[in-house]
């Protein structure tokens, strides 16, 4: 109102003092708004959730990513055999009209083929047990038993649905790690060259491989053995040089072995290379 006067900490303002208080209440406002604003720095952890129980998630909701289309159910790195969704639709709309390649709608021949075929472990050729839930898949993978023994778990690998439709080809996101673990850099952290790998390991006498590889190259991105590792959960650790494609998912592979095969046991993470 024209004759109204604002009384505030027990001062009175006339016309002119009032729009003198507005700016100045103003420019209050807009330094507390950014005050409130939010620091990177100081976000969720976004590093693996390891839950009660010795399991340690190498596939937990990762870190987000520019496009959305880069990533597994708007959560998962994608690993193998698909870079990105608009991959896993072509692979459909071939599927589709020829039925081209029908195994990737198989989360036990997807995870032996990223196993033996992507990391080159042709020794870990058993599917010990597998547990489909909707989208989400658990594949056990491992190694023939001694003298026909029963086989031994290498790696319980993360598979998810990669896109929609009951046609959508299994993705592999991770592994489920136990007494061998990869858990440093972060699932989905923006990594450089070189890059530090670790995590923790039980067992005697073993020898820690490092690979770093990514979806369409047939050969390691780079690579460092061996890590002399042992004891009961003991950290272990590795620096790897490599050279990777800007932007794309980058898949860190720790393997151990040497005992009664080459490959015994290993853990994959996926991480980004910046842009």
């Known amino acids: ?6 009384v505030t900490r027990g001062v009175t303002y006339g016309r002119a003092g009032r729009a003198r208080w507005a700016l100045a209440m103003l420019a209050a406002l807009g330094l507390l708004a950014g005050a409130c604003g939010t620091d990177p720095g100081t976000g969720p952890d976004n590093g693996p959730d390891n839950g009660p129980g010795t399991v340690r998630q190498s596939s937990p909701v990762a870190t987000p990513t520019p496009s959305a289309a880069s990533l597994v159910a708007g959560r998962y790195q994608p690993l193998w055999p698909f870079a ?4 896993a639709r072509h692979w459909q709309e071939s599927y589709r009209s020829g039925g081209h390649q029908p195994w990737h709608l198989d989360a036990e021949r997807t995870a032996l083929s990223f196993t033996q075929g992507f990391l080159g472990f042709t020794g870990v050729d058993q599917v010990v047990a597998r547990t489909v839930t909707g989208a989400d898949a658990r594949v056990s993978v491992g190694i023939r038993g001694e003298g026909g023994g029963r086989p ?5 690998i993360h598979l998810v649905r990669f896109g929609s ?4 080809p299994w993705e592999v996101v991770g592994t489920d790690d136990t ?3 990869l858990t440093t ?6 990594v450089s060259s070189p890059v530090t790998v670790g995590g923790r390991i039980t067992g005697v006498d073993e020898s820690v491989r490092v690979q770093v590889r990514a979806t369409g190259s047939a050969r390691p991105l780079g690579q460092s053995c061996c890590v002399a590792a042992g004891g009961d959960d003991a950290p272990w650790s590795a620096t790897v040089t490599f050279r990777a494609a800007p932007g794309g998912t980058v898949t860190l592979v720790a ?5 009664v095969a ?5 853990a994959v993470t996926g991480v980004r290379a910046p842009q």
């Open 255 to 259: 393997s151990t072995g040497g005992h």
């Open 179 to 181: 007494t061998f673990s």
């Open 152 to 156: 031994g778990i290498a790696a319980v």
């Open 262 to 266: 080459e490959v015994e046991r290993f």
């Open 84 to 87: 990105d969704e608009k991959q």
């Open 1 to 6: 109102m024209a004759g109204a006067r604002i």
């Open 165 to 168: 439709g009951p046609d959508a």
């Open 185 to 190: 850099p972060r699932y989905g952290a923006l």
